[in-house]
């Protein structure tokens, strides 16, 4: 008898760990959980395993937590049952640890000197060695999640206040990481030395609020303020934001799949608006890969964007060949491989009357394991194309990501043994390009918002997963 298995209908794609979100509200009769909610809402697309809310009032601490969508998790009534003019919330995909409640976030530790809950985003390259430290000074764990480790960090050391116990415990943690933390009078946010992953401060008429996308800070009516800074530690406490920086030697470098795939189309990170970026990307492919085609169409949602600018670049005509079911979870419990095959397929459809008898580009963001990318070819050859061939907006995925990012394992990565070539006979395309790195970095120095001076542009991307060179060691690599 065949067991059910859990089936990530993305299965093709990296996928990001999780979204963090927080609220400080200046008039404490307020309560900051429904905007939270509404927050990962917005954030949903960065995790859809689990999601969290911790609120505190009267330096009461309630914490919220369970498996599934943001909906899922919270009803109304639970909202009402997390009061407090403060909260913090997260929603997760596991790189690290397993999918149980457990895992789950926000983490709390309640302590003689107050509560304090932690939601991170990110990965540690040494989560072990310092779990076991931690572990033989008498420390326990109940989850398998790496983000545990931090929290019990700052516990540690929660008697010092909570500047000096997040800074003790940055100390002690390598890799990628986006805090925001809770107490019982102050919001703090944190970022490692390299802005890895991303987070924001944004403004509300009576607060202020931290968040991994910009898009979060304007569904809930706030203002995009600026990004925390590489090494920046801010707290948020009785009105005001004080800014410290925990770490001299810093040197940025934001994940490009942020822009590539991960972030939503009406984000800004670190300057670069995310949409413009995936048009620029699309116009450079057009420029180094055009083939000659009479439609050219993206694998909806990230590749939309980036076709536009490709049929711009080439004059080629865009068109919606490619339909995405909106209204299906990402995973599901299918219990026969059959059905798992089939629900895969039913992700995307095509548009026969679009597509038949022309000749058509197709332009996704990536290629992993090269699986879904072969499915989409050859519906597109049975929906009557007559030339299949696929651009990709990123370059050759070669080598896992130790960041905060579900990379299969080398092996498993089409790119890393196959050359182009190799790989365009498996997806049965007709051609297939990918965009250069250079291509790529020039697709995100050249789109800072309009209103930002020049001088803010910033530079400084992680091209791990492309070219294997990270911005600090792997794990069991040497400083």
Request: proline share 5%.
């Amino acid at each position: 008898m065949n067991e059910p298995v859990c089936v990530f209908l993305d299965d093709d794609k990296l996928r990001e760990e999780c979204g963090v979100f927080g609220v400080y509200l200046e008039d404490n009769k307020k309560n900051a959980a429904s905007l939270v909610y509404y927050g990962l809402l917005s954030l949903q697309h960065r995790g859809q395993e689990s999601a969290g809310i911790s609120a505190v009032k009267n330096k009461q601490m309630e914490n919220r937590r369970g498996l599934g969508l943001v909906t899922a998790v919270f009803t109304p009534e639970m909202i009402e049952q997390l009061p407090g003019s403060a909260a913090i919330g997260h929603v997760r995909y596991s790189t690290s640890g397993g999918c149980t409640v457990e895992n789950a976030q926000p983490f709390v530790s309640r302590l003689k000197q107050g509560s304090v809950a932690l939601a991170h985003n990110g990965a540690l390259t040494n989560a072990d060695v310092v779990r076991e430290l931690l572990e033989d000074s008498g420390i326990s764990f109940t989850s398998t999640s790496d983000s545990e480790v931090i929290i019990n960090l700052i516990a540690k050391n929660y008697k010092k206040g909570i500047e000096r116990a997040i800074s003790d415990a940055i100390q002690f943690i390598k890799g990628s990481y986006a805090l925001a933390v809770l107490t019982e009078d102050a919001l703090v946010g944190a970022r490692d030395p390299n802005g890895i992953r991303p987070l924001c401060l944004g403004k509300l008429d009576d607060g202020w609020i931290l968040a991994s996308e910009s898009c979060a800070i304007s569904a809930v009516g706030g203002k995009l303020v600026r990004d925390i800074e590489p090494g920046e530690m801010v707290i948020i406490s009785k009105g005001q934001v004080r800014s410290f920086t925990f770490c001299e030697r810093t040197r940025r470098a934001v994940c490009a799949f942020e822009y590539v795939y991960f972030a939503r189309p009406d984000s800004v990170i670190d300057q670069v608006d995310v949409y413009t970026s995936r048009i620029r990307a699309g116009e450079i492919l057009g420029r180094e890969a055009p083939a000659r085609a009479d439609l050219v169409i993206g694998v909806p949602d990230s590749g939309t964007p980036a076709a536009i600018g490709f049929g711009r670049a080439t004059g080629t005509p865009f068109g919606l060949g490619i339909v995405k079911s909106k209204y299906i979870a990402r995973t599901f419990i299918a219990p026969t491989q059959p059905e798992r095959e089939k629900a895969v397929t039913v992700k995307h459809n095509v548009i026969s009357g679009e597509v038949q008898g022309k000749r058509i580009v197709v332009i996704d963001d990536s290629i992993v394991r090269g699986t879904t990318s072969r499915r989409l070819v050859a519906i597109l050859r049975e929906a009557g194309a007559r030339e299949v061939h696929v651009r990709i907006c990123s370059p050759p995925v070669r080598f896992p990501c130790y960041f905060g990012i579900d990379t299969p394992h080398r092996k498993d990565l089409i790119s890393n043994a196959s050359s182009p070539k190799e790989v365009c006979a498996y997806l049965g395309a007709d051609s297939l390009a990918f965009i250069s790195a250079e291509g790529l970095i020039e697709s995100l120095r050249g789109t800072p918002p309009a209103e930002l001076r020049p001088e803010l542009r910033r530079d400084g991307y992680c091209l791990g997963c492309f070219n294997g060179e990270y911005p600090i060691p792997a794990p069991g690599e040497q400083e």
